[in-house]
């Protein structure tokens, strides 16, 4: 079987709300050591760190989405600061840019953006990024911002976020978007190093194939495991166990 940890899941989400405590079991009893829970809007802190007291195998972190952007206010940074105390919160996210929607202006998403930077460099915690359609803006921030540490989420396959990602040692995080078909990261996947590679399902949404369609859920990781040692020709048990250990040490889930 394999270990794994989901590092980024949207378990709060209602999609979840009629059956929340059997995909949590199913988890478990598929290998899943922990579930990380991003926010995406400050409403979403309290919320998560409820439902971590409540499973053992849940952690959060706090942050605002770049399509919320526009909501991010002096209260939500301050009350993201306040939950970072809480041996439950092991990070900032999602937070990012997204200029593919602009459901907030790309101004107010930069300013955000490099808020939380700020605030993950201050308080040495990692960040799980989000970038769409926003690149260029991304690479000249992450440049600037030597000292960071995290994840880039839902890694498509971008030449340029590889390059400085790698440059920064940052982590990319593979879903199930390395088994559609017309996926370039599954040209891309060779050319990163597999001690910066960690697994998560961005769930409800981005299932992998064989789900394809269905609602994601963290113990359909497997799949793109199984994936990428197919397209690395690599033992897929290895495979998972060095993203197992990635995510413990990028997430400083030393316990798990």
């Known amino acids: 079987m394999y270990e794994i940890i989901?590092?980024?899941c949207h378990l709060d989400m209602e999609e979840f709300n009629s059956d929340r405590d059997e995909v949590i079991e199913r988890s478990r009893e598929n290998g899943v050591k922990a579930i990380i829970m991003p926010s995406t809007v400050k409403e979403d802190f309290e919320k998560e760190k409820s439902l971590c007291d409540k499973y053992d195998l849940l952690f959060y972190m706090v942050g605002v989405h770049p399509h919320d952007a526009k909501t991010a206010n002096?209260?939500?940074f301050d009350l993201a600061q306040k939950h970072l105390k809480n041996e439950k919160c092991v990070g900032i996210g999602e937070i990012g840019?997204?200029?593919?929607?602009?459901?907030?202006?790309?101004?107010?998403q930069r300013d955000v953006f490099y808020d939380f930077l700020d605030m993950a460099i201050e308080s040495n915690v990692p960040v799980s990024m989000h970038?769409?359609?926003a690149d260029d803006d991304m690479v000249d921030i992450l440049h600037s911002k030597k000292d960071l540490k995290?994840?880039?989420?839902?890694?498509?396959?971008?030449?340029?976020?590889l390059k400085v990602g790698l440059d920064l040692g940052l982590y990319f995080g593979?879903?199930?978007?390395?088994t559609f078909k017309n996926s370039i990261l599954k040209d891309v996947i060779r050319d990163v190093p597999l001690e910066f590679v960690v697994f998560e399902t961005d769930a409800p949404y981005l299932a992998p194939v064989p789900k394809r369609g269905k609602r994601n859920e963290p113990m359909y990781i497997r799949y793109v495991i199984e994936k990428m040692a197919e397209i690395l020709?690599?033992?897929?048990?290895?495979?998972?166990?060095i993203a197992f250990e990635n995510s413990k040490k990028v997430f400083s889930l030393d316990k798990i």
Do not use: Q
């Open 131 to 133: 970038c769409r359609d």
């Open 174 to 178: 593979v879903g199930g978007v390395l």
């Open 97 to 108: 840019l997204d200029y593919h929607y602009d459901l907030s202006p790309r101004n107010k």
């Open 233 to 241: 020709n690599e033992d897929p048990l290895k495979i998972s166990k």
């Open 150 to 161: 995290g994840v880039m989420h839902c890694f498509f396959g971008s030449e340029k976020l």
């Open 6 to 8: 989901d590092t980024h």
């Open 74 to 76: 002096s209260e939500a």
